[in-house]
């Protein structure tokens, strides 16, 4: 089975802690070896700014993580391809994986609308507005109620990317701003990794109506593997860890809420410590396959699962090549 993944934050810490992305065993849940044992396709990667960085200093953190992300790839363009374009996306699956840098949360941005630009130019695909905390586009899950809708900077911000080719990702957007997101996209919009409240009731994951309301605008939603957006207190001391099967349980509701045709994987992998007890890296991605073809999961909607929908989407919203 093919995989092809919408959030990885694996180019953050190669940045940071200066680890090989070649090496099977060198600290990554996302790694070339077993990018290969599960036939990767494609990787959309992180380009992640911590609360602490804000202003100029958040664009040049950004920067830094796409340089990493760029200098791996000319290095090893038989690991590494860059995808910009609708048209890249075709050439995927002869070998390397394809990368798509994306800002989580639009501080880098920094409330000039030019930088976007900048920002596609140096091959951002995507943007997730916010990240736990406020920043110019509006109040991220971490802020506590009373929370803040859409600045009029985050709508100009929505207009410029979808002029672009850049997706709309609300991953960490809370009501009321997810609302005012929906009422002002004309492009599918997607949320490239959460859970399903149905089975955790927090604010970082998605409530029905929110999958719904993707799914109605032709979007993508990505279900990550965090324990503990999956199993409620899954990291607690003595609790029953999560794993594949809770993955299945997120994936098929929102299937069953979002239509078959807009649910994929958004892992989240090396974004967290403490993974699930049976899928601990890339390459335990058989032990999810296999789970959902315990539950009578055909092979054609596990193949959208692992990777059919998250190309689509990104084959309508990515620009044509030039």
């Known amino acids: 089975m093919q995989y092809a993944d919408a959030h990885a934050d694996t180019f953050f810490r190669i940045t940071l802690e200066d680890l090989d992305p070649l090496m099977r065993d060198g600290g990554l849940h996302v790694n070339v070896p077993r990018m290969r044992d599960v036939g990767q396709l494609l990787q959309v990667c992180s380009v992640f700014t911590p609360k602490r960085y804000s202003g100029k200093p958040a664009e040049d953190f950004a920067r830094r993580i796409i340089s990493t992300l760029d200098s791996w790839a000319e290095r090893y363009p038989d690991a590494f391809r860059r995808v910009r374009t609708r048209e890249d996306l075709a050439g995927l699956g002869d070998g390397p994986t394809g990368l798509i840098p994306w800002l989580e949360g639009a501080s880098p941005v920094r409330g000039e609308i030019g930088l976007v630009d900048e920002f596609f130019r140096l091959g951002v695909r995507g943007i997730g507005l916010v990240h736990n905390h406020a920043n110019e586009v509006a109040d991220g899950c971490g802020v506590p109620d009373p929370r803040t809708g859409l600045s009029e900077f985050g709508r100009q911000l929505i207009a410029r990317m979808e002029h672009l080719g850049m997706a709309v990702d609300c991953a960490h957007l809370p009501q009321p701003a997810f609302d005012d997101v929906m009422n002002c996209v004309t492009r599918p ?23 719904r309301a993707i799914g109605e605008r032709g979007g993508f939603v990505g279900i990550d593997f965090y324990p503990e957006h999956l199993l409620k207190d899954a990291l607690e001391p003595g609790h029953e860890p999560a794993t594949v099967e809770h993955i299945a349980d ?19 992998f090396d974004g967290f410590n403490d993974a699930c007890a049976d899928l601990r890296h890339v390459g335990d991605l058989p032990n999810l396959e296999r789970a959902l073809h315990r539950r009578g999961v055909s092979e054609q909607v596990i193949g959208k699962i692992f990777s059919g929908n998250l190309l689509r989407y990104l084959g309508e919203v990515l620009p044509a090549g030039k």
């Open 189 to 211: 919009p997607c949320i490239s990794h959460v859970g399903v409240r149905r089975y955790v009731d927090i604010v970082r994951n998605a409530d029905d109506a929110m999958l």
């Open 250 to 268: 997120h994936l098929q509701h929102a299937v069953n809420v979002c239509g078959e045709d807009h649910v994929g994987l958004g892992g989240d």
